[in-house]
């Protein structure tokens, strides 16, 4: 069915829907009580057919869709629950739980051909950041991911899930790393009177606790999971780039500009987001419409969202100097 068939066929759903909720509405409201009751039924009936029209329009959209394409938006720095970063004016995004679970829920619905998984992240955590890239790649059909402005870190960890990578000439890709950090402040808690006191079990067990100086052992325990990481996050886009790991190592965790990442072959392809859509399109054999999977969310989150995000445009400057976390911190 074309476009503008299932269009069509849509309206007259929600028009049947409408005009069954008016009718219904005025026998049970107005054609039979007088007075004030006929008013209210005058009201309930408006009522009634405004739940009717967004029935008709759901159960329309249900049974004759006007997408083939699914969308999943990875924004901001990944984190399990989707909260801010790592600095607290920095904004979040989807919680890594979601953004698999709508992965997964795309897969799921028969109406799909195709994933697009658009990019716009500096990273994050490591689980969460695997999470993602281990939904996107059981997709059962093209997955094509593509960035707007960072691929990064964990943003390319999840790339390297999907079936291709596109970027802008000027978008910022790779950094094929890890990061391990804490704050150190032993001499600060000196200078306030502030003495720790241990009590573990397990040698290793306060490892990286920031009112300590750290011992050449724990640092090199510490730089052990590192390294441990990297050589995983290394084989998992060697696998799913099909590139030489040492070619990979070789980029020491740069960032390049997306012409020069094409060079490297780090992405497939240059391209706009329409363009992204014709190369689906030549690929699922039909024209494309997509629709955009998001999660769920109230009135209260989005404005939480929306205060986020301003007291990030504020403040991200000054606060990018501060780490708040309180111990070792892990992340792409």
């Not at 970063?85 to 679970?101: K, N, Q, V």
């Not at 986020?308 to 445009?313: I, T």
Request: with cysteine; glycine share 10%; charged share 25%.
């Amino acid at each position: 069915m074309s476009d503008r068939s299932t269009r069509i066929v849509q309206l007259l759903i929600v028009l049947v829907a409408v005009a069954v909720a008016a009718v219904v509405g005025w026998l049970l409201f107005y054609a039979v009580p007088d007075d004030i009751a006929e008013l209210l039924g005058v009201l309930l009936t408006i009522a009634l057919v405004v739940f009717g029209a967004r029935a008709g329009s759901r159960l329309a959209s249900r049974r004759y869709p006007d997408y083939n394409v699914a969308e999943v938006a990875v924004e901001g720095p990944i984190s399990r629950d989707g909260g801010p970063g790592r600095l607290p004016t920095s904004p979040g995004g989807a919680s890594a739980d979601e953004i698999a679970d709508l992965v997964e829920a795309a897969d799921e619905d028969d109406n799909v051909q195709a994933l697009l998984v658009k990019l716009d992240t500096p990273g994050g955590a490591v689980v969460p950041s695997d999470d993602i890239r281990r939904a996107a790649a059981a997709f059962d059909g093209p997955t094509v991911a593509y960035t707007t402005d960072v691929c990064a870190s964990g943003g390319y960890w999840i790339a390297s899930g999907c079936d291709e990578l596109w970027a802008r000439e000027g978008s910022i890709v790779g950094s094929i790393g890890v990061i391990g950090s804490r704050p150190n402040v032993s001499e600060l808690a000196d200078q306030l009177g502030v003495s720790y006191e241990r009590f573990a079990a397990g040698k290793y067990k306060d490892a990286g606790q920031p009112l300590k100086e750290m011992s050449d052992d724990e640092r090199s325990y510490l730089q052990g999971i590192v390294d441990d990481y990297y050589e995983h996050f290394v084989e998992r886009v060697a696998e799913g780039r099909d590139m030489d790991p040492e070619a990979i190592r070789e980029t020491e965790a740069r960032v390049y500009l997306g012409t020069e990442a094409l060079e490297l072959g780090l992405v497939d392809q240059l391209g706009t987001r329409e363009e992204v859509e014709d190369h689906v399109a030549d690929r699922i054999g039909e024209e494309v419409s997509v629709s955009e999977f998001q999660p769920d969310r109230g009135l209260t989150s989005r404005l939480r969202g929306g205060s986020q995000a301003v007291a990030y445009a504020l403040g991200a400057g000054v606060a990018s100097a501060v780490d708040p976390d309180d111990g070792f911190d892990f992340r792409f």
